[in-house]
């Protein structure tokens, strides 16, 4: 089992930056797939990025290429999402994830383990 705390919200105005960290405590960070996920209010949670066990291999949503970039750390135990070029749109609480499975996946139910979540505020 392996737990997520993320960190890294906060407000920002439109067009800034934040880096979302996500520390992972249990063992064998490096055995699991992770992915960014978020919820806007009133909508349901989305699938940002993933990246492969090994930090090579990354995908992302479209509305966020370009402007996200998933990395990890595996000697950290983090993951992290640097976040540019932010829009209002942007708003919502990030949530990491972890994977213990075969396949990618960028679909929620896929994913093991969660952490609390961190708030973005992008302000106009």
């Known amino acids: 089992q392996v737990q997520l705390v993320e960190s890294g919200g906060g407000l920002v105005q439109t067009g800034g930056s934040l880096r979302l960290s996500c520390a992972a405590a249990?063992?064998?960070?490096?055995?699991?797939?992770m992915g960014w996920f978020r919820q806007a209010p009133g909508k349901e949670r989305e699938f940002v990025a993933r990246i492969s066990r090994d930090g090579v291999n990354t995908f992302y949503a479209d509305f966020v290429k370009g402007r996200f970039t998933i990395s990890r750390d595996n000697a950290k135990n983090t993951v992290y999402l640097q976040m540019n070029s932010l829009k209002p749109e942007d708003t919502a609480v990030y949530y990491c994830a972890a994977r213990n499975g075969i396949l990618p996946s960028r679909e929620a139910n896929k994913y093991d383990y969660w952490g609390q979540g961190t708030q973005v505020t992008v302000s106009s």
């Open positions: 249990g063992p064998s960070f490096s055995n699991y797939r």
